[in-house]
Every structure is written in structure tokens, then in C-alpha cells.
């Protein structure tokens, strides 16, 4: 059974960077057929992938358009965890954040795993 | 960008009854790509559907998942109390970005 534990701060100042860490048991960050995600849930923007980071022989990383320029997320394969750093927030990145498992079946693909959600208010 | 446009926004309906839910994508989305979750408050969404019509491990078989192309369906054939809650489609593509409808919440009448 696959768990993602999540941690980090609820609060961040504004221009401040937003960090959060999410610890996987029961799979490896460094999985073939896995990549690991982070979603955040607010109710003006709704369900919003941010991008995710996966391993096929190297580490590949996928962000959104929307937080390209402020986004990093990286593995630690010596914590089996990965990590999400967003620089440069305001007000409009508070929200639930979410890590999740990305799957594939005979090339379907899902979330099947979730954290349990950390909420982040941006304020000062 | 795929968008996903999910109707109605909210379904009012009896315990018993059959539902009927919409996503419908801007252009067209491979049926392996596309899925289903369950959101009920407090928690993360729960895979229902994927491939468009595959249920996930132990999704009972009242849920079933239809559609191809821009079109797509979940049916919930005889609610029960525990299926009251924000359902959300995904398109899930070979290049990001990965994104979701605006959700359909399905209350209790």
C-alpha cells in the first residue's frame, strides 16, 4: 500500500518561498513507472496540476505554464521523498496543496495516491 | 490547453436514483486518458474511473464511465448515501499540461 505523507508550513509571507516535502512509503521516488505530482485546490481556481518530477533512466521534471518561472521540484532519492519549492508568492497561491502518484496500466494514466493535503495561506 | 467543462455544476437527486454526470473537453481527448475522481470535504479526490470506463481497485460496480472523443460520461446507476459528493474529470495526455473539469457536486434532494 502506497502512502504520501506530507509536511511543511500553513503560512508564508508574501514574496516569501513556499516549501513542502512529501514522504513516500510503499514506492520508490525513483520508480520507472511512477512520476510524482503536486496539485493545489483553491475554490477560484479549483483543481490546478503544477508539475511533477520522474525517473525513466534520468530525473525529468514537467511544470505548468502558469508557475514555470517560480517552480522547482525535486527528488531525494536518499529520503524516498520529493520536495516543491514555489518562489515569489502572494495571496493568489493560497490553497490546499496536494502530493500525488501518477500511474500508468497498458498506458492509461491516474492519480491513485494522494496526501492528505496541506492547506497554505499566503499572508503576511 | 485542454479544457474541461463538466455539467451539471450541481445535481440534486434521492438516494435510489440514477446519475447522470458530463465532461465535455475543448478538443479531442484519447478515452485512455481520461478519469474520474470522488472529493468529499476534508479529503484528497479518490480515483473512481480511468481509461474512461475502467473502475479503479474497489470502486463498486454501480459506477460505470462511458465517452470517447469531446464527450464523456459517469453514471452512478443507484445512489447511495455515501456517493453524495464533488466529482471531477481529468484529462491525463502523453505532454502536460495534465488539467481538470471545474467539478460537478451531486447533493442530496
Known amino acids: 500500500q502506497v502512502q504520501l505523507q506530507q509536511s511543511g508550513p500553513g503560512l508564508v509571507k508574501p514574496s516569501q518561498t513556499l516549501s513542502l516535502t512529501c514522504a513516500i512509503s510503499g514506492d520508490s521516488v525513483s520508480s520507472n513507472s511512477a512520476a510524482w505530482n503536486w496539485i493545489r485546490q483553491s475554490p477560484s481556481r479549483g483543481l490546478e496540476w503544477l508539475g511533477r518530477?520522474?525517473?525513466?533512466?534520468?530525473?525529468?521534471?514537467d511544470y505548468a505554464v502558469s508557475v514555470n518561472s517560480r517552480i522547482t521540484i525535486n527528488p531525494d532519492t536518499s529520503m524516498n521523498q520529493f520536495s516543491l519549492q514555489l518562489n515569489s508568492v502572494t495571496p493568489e497561491d493560497t490553497a490546499v496543496y496536494y502530493c500525488?502518484?501518477?500511474?500508468?496500466?497498458?498506458?492509461?494514466?491516474?492519480?491513485?495516491?494522494w496526501g492528505q493535503g496541506t492547506l497554505v495561506t499566503v499572508s503576511s | 490547453e485542454i479544457v474541461l467543462t463538466q455539467s451539471p455544476g450541481t445535481l440534486s437527486l434521492s438516494p435510489g436514483e440514477r446519475a447522470t454526470l458530463s465532461c465535455r473537453a475543448s478538443?479531442?481527448?484519447?478515452?485512455?486518458?481520461l478519469v474520474w475522481y470522488q472529493q468529499k470535504p476534508g479529503q484528497a479526490p479518490r480515483l473512481l474511473i480511468y481509461g474512461a470506463s475502467t473502475r479503479a481497485t474497489g470502486i463498486p460496480d454501480r459506477f460505470s464511465g462511458s465517452g470517447s472523443g469531446t464527450d464523456f460520461t459517469l453514471t452512478i446507476s443507484r445512489l447511495e448515501p455515501e456517493d453524495f459528493a464533488v466529482y471531477y474529470c481529468?484529462?491525463?495526455?502523453?505532454?502536460?499540461?495534465?488539467?481538470f473539469g471545474q467539478g460537478t457536486r451531486l447533493e442530496i434532494k
Open positions: 500525488a502518484r501518477a500511474y500508468s496500466v497498458v498506458g492509461r494514466r491516474f492519480f491513485d495516491y
Open positions: 478538443q479531442s481527448v484519447s478515452s485512455s486518458f
Open positions: 518530477t520522474y525517473y525513466r533512466s534520468k530525473w525529468y521534471n
Open positions: 481529468q484529462q491525463y495526455g502523453s505532454s502536460p499540461p495534465i488539467t
